[in-house]
């Protein structure tokens, strides 16, 4: 994570900020994420079953796809320097645009789209973040991501 001057910040607006390491999606992360939330729909658990489905195996639940934000873009993200806090703000949008298949390798796109001082000493960054998926052209999603830092 990058530490940026505060007078800086709205300089980053329009920035890559590059690419995470890839992860692999295996079946163990899948069925604790079923356990986790109680979404056991056959298309994430079942891999006999989920053979006969258009997507010719386990997928991954979007919402586990979603909730690597945070892990995937700890790297890449930046924060204002005297950084206290930050928590998550929400999402202003989320695209689901293509299923991430059991043993497939994703990795996150970040781009910050806006800075904006909501209160003094309080940051709102909205970034896009894409979850691109190994040797697929189309990205598992795309989310504008709000993440309110305190300084």
């Known amino acids: 994570m990058t530490a940026v001057p505060v ?6 607006i329009g920035k890559d900020l590059g690419h995470s390491e890839w992860l692999l999606i295996d079946q163990q992360r899948v069925n604790q994420f079923a356990e986790c939330t109680g979404d056991h ?4 658990i079942d891999e006999e079953k989920a053979k006969q489905t258009p997507f010719g195996g386990t997928i991954a639940h979007g919402f586990l796809s979603l ?31 293509q299923p991430v ?3 497939s390798r994703v990795r996150m ?30 990205p598992a999603y795309i989310a504008e991501t709000l993440a309110l830092y305190f300084v």
Do not use: C
């Not at 007078?7 to 980053?12: A, D, H």
């Not at 892990?71 to 645009?97: C, H, Q, T």
């Not at 909501?118 to 190994?134: C, D, F, H, M, Y």
């Open 109 to 138: 796109q970040l781009t910050v789209i806006d800075v904006t001082e909501k209160n003094p000493g309080q940051w709102l960054v909205k970034s896009r973040a894409t979850l691109e998926i190994e040797g697929i052209d189309k």
């Open 7 to 12: 007078s800086e910040l709205t300089s980053y």
């Open 41 to 44: 729909q056959f298309i994430h």
């Open 67 to 97: 909730s690597l934000i945070p892990a995937l873009s700890a790297g890449l993200a930046m924060r204002p320097e005297g950084l206290k806090m930050a928590v998550n703000y929400g999402l202003d949008s989320v695209r689901f645009i």
């Open 101 to 103: 298949r059991v043993g």
